[in-house]
């Protein structure tokens, strides 16, 4: 069934589909190059044209309109409760009852990493060092960034209001 010039066909036409393959791959590549070269990106390069569309000076001065204090004064803690069912697969209300993350009980104006038994990972510590509603509201916004280096692994609020009534419903729970 099986002789030498048939293994031998064989053998050379997966040979010749893999070479048509890479050479398409290189035209490819030749033809639609969307890396660094060419566009601008290098040291020593300067784009033809900026096209201004004023998107970043609105989402900058969206971010700085939030008053904080204005949103924790207006915020409702019952649906803030409702925001806290994102937390609570890592977060307990309980006094000394730590989760993946820490305890959230008097989380409003407590220390930063001072809850006993818990292992923070201290990025936290070079931000804030008591956690007020500013703090709160930036960290919720995106931890990530907020705190590079902290553990949280949770994307964030990004809705001002839902902070806010995060922050009021944790603010009841002493």
């Given amino acids: 069934m ?49 096209i201004e569309t004023g998107a970043t000076e609105s989402a900058e001065a969206e971010e ?32 000394g009852a730590n989760g993946t993350g820490p305890h959230l009980f008097g989380v409003v104006n407590r220390a930063v990493d001072s809850v006993a038994g818990f292992g923070y990972s201290g990025a936290l510590e070079a931000v804030a060092e008591v956690w007020d509603y500013e703090h709160l509201f ?14 949280m692994g949770f994307a964030g609020l990004k809705k001002p209001e839902d902070r806010a009534n995060l922050i009021a419903y944790l603010e009841t729970i002493k």
Avoid: R
């Fill in 64 to 95: 700085a309109e939030v008053d904080v204090a204005a949103l924790i004064a207006a915020a409702d803690a019952g649906k803030g409760e409702k925001v806290f069912s994102k937390c609570k697969a890592c977060h307990k209300l309980d006094d």
């Fill in 2 to 50: 099986f002789d030498t010039m048939t293994f031998t066909k064989i053998l050379g036409a997966v040979c010749g589909a893999l070479l048509i393959f890479l050479m398409g791959n290189w035209a490819a590549e030749t033809l639609y190059h969307v890396g660094a070269s060419g566009h601008g990106d290098e040291e020593g390069h300067q784009m033809g044209y900026v």
């Fill in 138 to 151: 930036g960290f919720l916004e995106n931890p990530k960034k907020y705190a590079p280096g902290t553990k």
